[in-house]
């Protein structure tokens, strides 16, 4: 993997939090922690993160409201609900809003570790799908076009990802 894994997760039950931290920290992730929805969708807004961890039942903005933001605004970002109050309908609902996968506490750590491995692999191909989409796009301009042309299209390309 190289470079650490960045890994967000949310939870408002402090020790849980702590302790998870610590748990995956000592497994080479690169984890931030947020204590409440809002405060994991800024934390998202500036950190770059691979993965997250959401509780569903938090004061505020719930797991679900954080899922749908966090879907919304990035999308390589993949997501594992892991919560103490689950149901049928909250994992249908997640799973709909596009997470990952949907763990309860008392949580294995090798089933979450192995859910944050597929997940964390899921993400890069992905993103190596769209990479290579995107390649074969300014090949084919390439051969279609005048230098000029091609590097005015290249150009809107590169304004249309952002």
Do not use: W
């Not at 204590?35 to 993160?49: D, L, M, N, P, Y």
């Not at 919560?83 to 909250?90: P, Y």
């Not at 997640?94 to 990952?100: I, M, N, V, W």
């Not at 090949?139 to 279609?144: C, F, G, N, V």
Request: charged share 35%; hydrophobic share 40%; aromatic share 6%.
């Amino acid at each position: 993997m190289g470079d650490k894994i960045k890994l967000l997760i949310c939870d408002d039950e402090v020790k849980f939090l702590d302790s998870i931290a610590e748990r995956l920290e000592l497994r080479g992730f690169d984890v931030t922690k947020a204590t409440s929805g809002r405060e994991a969708v800024e934390a998202a807004r500036t950190g770059g993160f691979d993965l997250a961890i959401l509780d569903l039942k938090m004061p505020g903005m719930n797991g679900i409201e954080v899922l749908e933001v966090l879907k919304k605004e990035h999308k390589y970002l993949e997501v594992i609900i892991l919560t103490g109050h689950g149901s049928i309908d909250s994992a249908v609902e997640s799973t709909k809003l596009g997470a990952f996968s949907y763990l309860s506490k008392p949580y294995d750590l090798d089933d979450l570790l192995k859910s944050l491995r597929d997940a964390y692999e899921t993400r890069m191909k992905k993103k190596f799908e769209d990479d290579t989409e995107r390649m074969d796009k300014i090949l084919k301009m390439a051969q279609s076009m005048s230098p000029l042309g091609f590097l005015r299209e290249v150009k809107k390309l590169d304004d249309e990802e952002k």
